[in-house]
Each structure stands twice: as C-alpha cells, then as structure tokens.
C-alpha cells in the first residue's frame, strides 16, 4: 500500500519562484490537509479540504494556494516563494471517521528550501 | 483557540530509564487528545490516543492518561530503548472541526 504519497522530497528554489508539492493518497480519504514543520514550532495547518472541491483555510495560508479537484489528490501551490517559507511540508490525510477520532496518516515529507 | 503546551526538549536518556514527557493543553469543549511520533526522516504516526477525562492510551509500553482536572495528558514509558529515540508530539482536536492541534515537539535521544 502506497498510502500518501508526497512529492519531490527536496526542493530548491529561488526567491519568487513558484512550485507544486504534490500529494496523493490512495485510502480512499476524504480528509486531506497540508503542514509546515518548523523548529521550535511544532505543525501548523496550512489549508485543509474535506472532500473534492472543498477547501479550507488553516493556521497559516498565507503564501498558499490549494485545490482538490479528486479525492486522490491535494497538490500546494507557492506562486511566489518567500524565504520564510523555507520549512518542512508534509501532507496528512484521514477517513471522516478517522479524523473525528484525530488519527491523520502522513506523507514522508518534503523539504524546502527557498534562497 | 485551542493550544497544546509541551514540554520542551531535548531530553538525553540511557536505555532502561524511565520517561515522562509533560503535555497540557487548553481548549474548550471536551477534546480528544492524542500522541504522535516522528521517527527520523519520517512523517507522524499516530502513537496512542484518548478521547475522555480518565482513559488511559497505551501503545508499545507509552501510556498517557487524559485528566481533565488538570487539563494534561503526559506520555510515560517504564523503560526506554535506543528504538524510541524520536520526536514526540501532544496533540488534541476539538469540538467537531477538522482541524488537529500540535504541540511544539519534544526531541527524544536514548544512548545505549
């Protein structure tokens, strides 16, 4: 079983580039939902959806565009990428029951790096 | 808005010791709380969870009890191992949204 899958890994870009991380997930998940990990930190919410064709803001979008056109899919957008959102991304998916009960599955990650 | 308060690390253990990881959290409503670990190069994985005051959540010998008189819900382990050596998050969700809550992250080091 694949699970979530994120893409790339590793990422560099410079500043004001944009990008796409991908994430896919093949549980059949309702629930999907992007984070940012940084030191000290902790996770924050970027944006989440609860099914194809709706989304919703989280702790910190700003910078962050998203879109969930299938179940299976839930790519993050930076159109124009910033130092400060060099950090660690990971995708995170559940069932509605699941997420009701508070058990997220996650993606390996995706590091970003932005000069 | 709901905020969860852990204890911050590192913590340096030798392998046998006994640990405790504190968690407190504030929220309205009655939340379920939840442990989450990150093994290096990894992404989260649910560890042990509790959804009422006074359950307790077990997994792999951790334990965490949910008191809600003392809004905590600290993570235990008798007797560590090298393998446990980790990140360990305190986590809650609240009322009926989707969104989880997630504590800072307390690094776990244990040395053979």
């Known amino acids: 079983n694949a699970g979530v899958t994120q893409t790339p890994k590793f990422q560099v870009l410079k500043t004001g580039q944009s990008m796409t991380l991908q994430c896919a997930q093949d549980?059949?998940?309702?629930?999907m939902s992007w984070y940012r990990q940084d030191p000290g930190m902790g996770l924050r919410l970027i944006h989440y959806?609860?099914?194809?064709?709706?989304?919703d803001q989280g702790e910190v979008p700003n910078g962050y565009n998203v879109s969930r056109s299938t179940t299976e899919d839930f790519p993050l957008r930076l159109l124009s990428a910033a130092p400060s959102q060099t950090s660690v991304y990971f995708c995170a998916s559940s069932s509605k029951g699941q997420m009701n009960t508070g058990e997220l599955f996650f993606g390996e990650g995706s590091r970003l790096t932005v000069l | 808005g709901d905020s969860v308060t852990q204890m911050e690390g590192p913590v340096t253990l030798s392998e046998e010791a006994f640990l405790t990881i504190n968690c407190t959290y504030t929220?309205?409503?009655?939340?379920?709380l939840f442990w989450y670990v990150q093994y290096p190069g990894e992404g989260l994985q649910l560890l042990l969870k509790?959804?009422?005051?006074?359950d307790k959540g077990s997994n792999k010998g951790f334990e965490a009890t949910y008191r809600k008189e003392t809004t905590s819900f600290h993570l235990e382990k008798g007797s560590v191992q090298v393998s446990d050596s980790a990140v360990y998050f305190c986590?809650?969700?609240?009322?009926?949204?989707?969104?989880?809550?997630f504590g800072k992250g307390t690094l776990l080091t244990v040395n053979p």
């Open positions: 986590a809650l969700i609240g009322g009926s949204n989707y969104k989880l809550t």
């Open positions: 959806s609860v099914g194809a064709g709706i989304t």
């Open positions: 509790a959804t009422k005051a006074d």
């Open positions: 929220a309205t409503g009655y939340p379920s």
């Open positions: 549980m059949n998940h309702e629930y």
